[in-house]
């Protein structure tokens, strides 16, 4: 016996949804298939299937400094990368 279905209405950016939408459409599901697959996860493992964290301070710093390109090196290929770590 199938289970009594509900509306479940959300408000979202529109460009998320329109991502979201495109990407749905490239695996093959629909937003919605999508959002109960999320919630079936969700009340199945009870938990998120992703980590949250909420970053301390230092963290913070870190990547407000990295938004303002403070402390930012930008490398041209793997390979400058690579040897840029290794010095």
């Known amino acids: 016996m199938a289970a009594e279905s509900t509306v479940f ?6 460009k998320i949804k329109d991502s979201l939408d495109e ?4 695996v093959g599901l ?3 298939t999508l959002i109960n697959m ?3 996860v969700v009340v ?7 980590d949250v964290g909420i970053p301390n301070a230092e963290t913070r710093k870190v990547l ?14 793997l390979e400058e990368m690579l040897a840029e770590l290794s010095s």
């Open 9 to 14: 209405s959300i408000r979202m950016d529109s």
């Open 23 to 26: 990407f749905c459409s490239e």
């Open 30 to 32: 629909n937003a919605n």
């Open 38 to 40: 999320f919630a079936r």
């Open 44 to 50: 199945r493992d009870k938990r998120l299937p992703f």
């Open 64 to 77: 407000e400094d990295a938004e303002q390109g403070i402390g930012v090196h930008e490398c041209n290929s």
